[in-house]
Nanobody
Framework: QVRLVESGGGLAQAGGSLRLSCAAS????????MGWYRQAPGKQRELVAT???????NYADSVKGRFTISRDNAKNTVLLQMNSLKPEDTGVYYC?????????????WGQGTQVTVSS
């Protein structure tokens, strides 16, 4: 079984910073990519940023230049540094892992962590 456990959410003022962390554990053979998605109230879940095992990154246009995703392959951990936060960054942030185990590749999700940005 694979578990993704997020931490680091909370409340921040506009212009402030938060850092999210996600650790993957379990019988993992390979982590192809990890990423962060978010869901605001009444809206669909959307991609925030992803990072491949090669280190290649992808960001939503709305966070480019403000958020930085990084990864520690040895620890199966992904971080999301969020700077210059805006009220529209508010939502539940979910960690995602594109993971191969026992020859099967699948998506795994964390339980989510709340980020609230006040104006």
């Amino acid at each position: 079984q694979v578990r993704l456990v997020e931490s680091g959410g909370g409340l921040a003022q506009a212009g402030g910073s938060l850092r999210l962390s996600c650790a993957a554990s379990g019988s993992i053979f390979r982590i192809v990519a990890m990423g962060w998605y978010r869901q605001a109230p009444g809206k669909q879940r959307e991609l925030v940023a992803t990072i491949a095992e090669t280190g290649s990154t992808n960001y939503a246009d709305s966070v480019k230049g403000r958020f930085t995703i990084s990864r520690d392959n040895a620890k199966n951990t992904v971080l999301l540094q969020m700077n210059s936060l805006k009220p529209e960054d508010t939502g539940v942030y979910y960690c995602n892992g594109d993971i191969t185990r026992w020859g099967v590749r699948a998506d795994y999700w964390g339980q989510g962590t709340q980020v609230t940005v006040s104006s």
